[in-house]
C-alpha cells in the first residue's frame, strides 16, 4: 500500500513568487494535516482537514496560506507570494478520522521549500 | 490547549549507553502521549504511544516511554543504543483529533 505521497519534493524559487505544494494521502484515510518544521519552530499544525472540510487553519500563518482539499484524495497548500521567511519543510499526513487522536498519523516524506 | 515541552535540544551518546529523551507535558484532562522518530530526510514515524492501561509502553526498535501522572512525564528511554537511532525524537500529545509536536531532541549516536 503507497503511503502519503508529497511533490514536489524540492523546490526553490524566488521572493514573490506563487508555491504550490501537493498531497495524495493514503487511501482510506478522511483525516489530513499540513505541517510545517523549521529549525526555529519545530513541528507546527497549519491547518486539517476532516472529510475534505477544513476544521482548524488557526496555524496558518497569514492570508499568503491557503489549503484546499476538492476530494478525498488530493489536497494542496499554496503559498502567494512567497517570502523567504516561508523556507521550512512542509509535511502532510493523513490518518483515519476514528484513530486521529490515538496518534496514529502517517506523514509523507515532505516537501522541502527555500525561498530566495 | 495542550502542550509538551522536550527540555533537551540534542543528546550526544555513545554507542551501547543508555540514553533517555525527557518530555513533560501539560493538560489537566486524560491524554494520549506519543513519541514519533524522524529519521535524515524522512517523514515522521510513530515510535510508540501510551492511550491507557500499563504506564510503561514499548515501541519500535527497543524503545520503551513511562507515563508518569504526578510529574506529567513521559520519558523515553533505550537502554543500548546503537548508530542507526541517530535521528530527531518528537514527544507529541493530542488534543481533540490532532496532535501537537514538542519541538524534538536531535540523539546523535557516536561510534
Known sequence: ?116 | AQSVTQLDSQVPVFEEAPVELRCNYSSSVSVYLFWYVQYPNQGLQLLLKYLSGSTLVKGINGFEAEFNKSQTSFHLRKPSVHISDTAEYFCAVSETDKLIFGTGTRLQVFP
Open chain 1, 1 to 116: 500500500d503507497a503511503g502519503v505521497i508529497q511533490s514536489p519534493r524540492h523546490e526553490v524559487t524566488e521572493m514573490g513568487q506563487e508555491v504550490t505544494l501537493r498531497c495524495k494521502p493514503i487511501s482510506g484515510h478522511n483525516s489530513l494535516f499540513w505541517y510545517r518544521q523549521t529549525m526555529m519552530r519545530g513541528l507546527e499544525l497549519l491547518i486539517y482537514f476532516n472529510n475534505n472540510v477544513p476544521i482548524d487553519d488557526s496555524g496558518m500563518p497569514e492570508d499568503r496560506f491557503s489549503a484546499k482539499m476538492p476530494n478525498a484524495s488530493f489536497s494542496t497548500l499554496k503559498i502567494q507570494p512567497s517570502e523567504p521567511r516561508d523556507s521550512a519543510v512542509y509535511f502532510c499526513a493523513s490518518s483515519r478520522l476514528a484513530s486521529a487522536n490515538t496518534g496514529e498519523l502517517f506523514f509523507g516524506e515532505g516537501s522541502r521549500l527555500t525561498v530566495l
